[in-house]
């Protein structure tokens, strides 16, 4: 409890800065129903009033989205991971939060020395033959300067900002605070899972902090890609590598989102469009670790029609299980199976509850059926996709975190395909590789792979059965064996036997004021009210009282039953 509160305190001057950012923004009453109100005042320093008039005509996603920027990198990480959520925002605030970035002055060099130094074991234009004192990008995390080694190679240096884990850190725990009471005082916000969203956010930002993390990732989708000599992943100098710090080689090309270019440097468009999604439908089918952000910025095209991946922080993983599913999912959407979609879906949701799954089922194999019959060529995957994660938000159904982030990279990578050649179909591409990835799955030594794994299981069980069933015996022996049973709705049951019980005792009470009262009523003398014994009255009103309470809550009862279910 001290720890907390020590660290609570230590947290203060930052909740008053994001509390004040947020009233102005136009947030104060969601502040006040989170049972801050008594940090408003404190929160005045923060406010800014002079633009107020602006920020209150800006639409809510606008508003929100700004909000965020100007929280700082957190807030900006989080509403990014919130635009790969079609399955709990709507389309308007997935379009704003598609736009969010940091507006981040570049450190200068001379407050980077010192930290750089440490990392590097030494100046950086001793390290570096070359060293670009200017950035060549900068962001909320870390920022990225040219430089050249001593044996000539052009390379990247990214640079994380000094004291931004202990920023991010101050953030994470007020949002997981935040998150908390989101979802006690504020129940409209529980759909949305706030504090699921913060330990995903904070997952996300603790591999993104760490500059040799990314580099691993690199390295290893660089090798699943190997096969693919037209796909590029700048090469890590782990020699300049550090948690801080990482050494790449310099890519030079045609941005992602410079397509005009293209036709100048006689790149083909068609090709460019097959080999990306080749290669990301590789990473996400076959190898289950894909490039979780492959938005234009992180995409140059080389000469030779090559491709080029950069930056690795955010990246995906999927289990064997979850591509099994993913294969169900692609292959019946593709293949117009709507019985497919559903059971896939609903298996994906998990939680069911208070949820017609029969009309949510409805609804999807409606979707898929109303695609019977069309060419391939012409069904876009990646917005059929988004538009059955839409009909699970209207469930207030969310999808796994890790499959949200890959149904956002499938949905950005069909998009880029699509802007560089009209003519490009994620359907026609997608088709080959999930059906070759199935029949892989069946072959024979696959087949006798997995039973004998599923052999060596069965086998492992067998063999700890004795010592498991001996250790049972032991406790039943020693009186240490406990039985837990639970009986759905055992709760409501007992509440209504206690129901039952509550009205049963008045009853009797009431009989006995009836009979005691009517008793005094026969006996002379004593205080009158009205003309009648008062302590005879008093009785009768009393019993009068407590019937009418006994008929109502039988009527009331009876009502309860008579409705139907769900209302």
Known sequence: MLIETLGAARDMGRLNAILGVLIRHGFGDSVRRLGLADRLERAGHALKWEHAADLARLEPPVQLRLTLEELGPTFVKFGQILAGRADLLGPEYIAEFEKLHSHVPAVPLEQLRPQLCEDLGGQPEAVFARFDVEPLAAASIAQVHRAMLHDGSEVVVKIRRPGISDTIAADLRLLARLAALAEAELPALKPYRPRQLVRELARSLQRELDLASECRSAERIASNLAAMPWIVVPKVHWAHTKERVNVQDYVGGVPGHDLARL?????????LARRGAQAVLKMIVEDGFFHADPHPGNV?????????????????????????ELLQLLLGLVERNPQTVADVLLDWTGDDHGVNLGQLETEIETFVDQYHGTPLAELN???????????????????????????????TLEGMGR??????????????????????????????????????????????????????????RRGRLHVGIDIAHLKRVGDQI??????????????ALIIGSSIVMTVQGGPTLFGLPAFGFIGFASAFVGGLWLVRAIWRSSKGRDLPDGD
């Open 263 to 271: 036709d100048a440097h006689a790149l083909d468009r068609g090709l």
């Open 300 to 324: 140059f095209y080389l000469q030779d029609n090559r491709i080029a991946f950069i930056d690795f922080g955010m990246v995906g993983r999927l289990s064997v299980r979850r591509r099994e």
């Open 381 to 411: 995957l990646g917005q059929m996709l988004a538009d059955v994660t839409t009909i699970l938000r209207e469930h207030h159904l969310g999808l796994p975190s890790d499959m949200a982030l890959l149904i956002k990279a499938f949905i």
């Open 419 to 476: 802007s560089l050649d009209p003519e490009f179909h994620m359907t026609t591409e997608a088709l080959p590789m999930l059906k070759r990835v199935v029949r892989a799955r069946y072959q024979p030594k696959v087949v006798a792979g997995r039973a004998w794994q599923m052999l060596r299981r069965a086998l492992a069980v067998a063999e700890q059965l004795p010592g498991d069933v001996s250790r049972l015996l032991r406790n039943a």
């Open 498 to 511: 206690d129901r039952a019980a509550n009205r049963l005792t008045m009853a009797l009470v009431i009989a």
